[in-house]
């Protein structure tokens, strides 16, 4: 069945603002984006290490991956490949092989609204992998999907281009357009909390409502 490919490609932002995101909690970045959801009900699968890059994105049938295949095909330096599987969680999309194909080829990792095999691989590898479970069974390829349209991930919709950070405690996406403006926002909300737990350590901390 049809692949509709939008664009080969994804535009990227300045190297130095996205690289300025490269040790930002994800928790910073959302409180400076109103608090929104985000993906949510993803989790990292890899051993360690954020995720940094730009949205590479797919769209699935449910446990069907002919459209990643054929995104592994187009994907950069720094692309982050975000797939839409519609939440599914009864067929892996992705195993060892596909995430280490991506990996040499560059892109940032991956981040799936589905679920995952090879579990134990993957958990013992750096490279960025986030998504809802993991499962043994394989998935179709057959079709039909989509590459490099907005899709829906989690709950967020994510544009191709738009940023992509994750660590620990899960995935946030922005567009490149006020990206400057948010980062300053993070680097002072990380300063303030960096300074508010200095001075619980030093017991001068008198108590504030709106922390984590």
Do not use: W
């Not at 009900?41 to 730009?54: E, S, V």
């Not at 691989?121 to 079709?143: E, Q, T």
């Amino acid at each position: 069945m049809t692949i509709t490919i939008a664009a080969s490609s994804v535009p990227k932002p300045p190297k130095d603002l996205l690289e300025g995101f490269r040790n930002a909690p994800t928790s910073v970045i959302s409180d400076n984006l109103a608090r929104l959801p985000g993906a949510v009900g993803l989790r990292p699968f890899h051993r360690g290490g954020a995720l940094l890059g730009i949205a590479f994105t797919v769209r699935t049938r449910p446990g069907d991956n002919l459209a990643i295949h054929r995104a592994l095909e187009m994907v950069g330096p720094g692309d982050v490949i975000v797939v839409d599987g519609g939440g599914d969680e009864s067929r892996a999309l992705v195993g060892e092989i596909m995430a280490t194909i991506a990996q040499y080829r560059g892109a940032a990792g991956y981040v799936i609204d589905g679920a995952i095999r090879d579990a134990g691989a993957l958990a013992a590898s750096d490279f960025p992998v986030y998504a809802r479970a993991a499962i043994h069974r394989g998935p179709y390829k057959s079709g039909p999907g989509e590459i490099n349209v907005p899709v829906s991930v989690g709950g967020s919709v994510i544009s191709p281009g738009d940023i992509v950070v994750g660590d620990e405690d899960g995935v946030v996406s922005f567009p490149p357009a006020g990206a400057a403006s948010l980062l300053d926002a993070v680097r002072a909300q990380v300063k303030r909390e960096e300074e508010t737990l200095k001075a619980i350590r030093e017991g001068r901390y008198q108590g504030s409502y709106g922390k984590s």
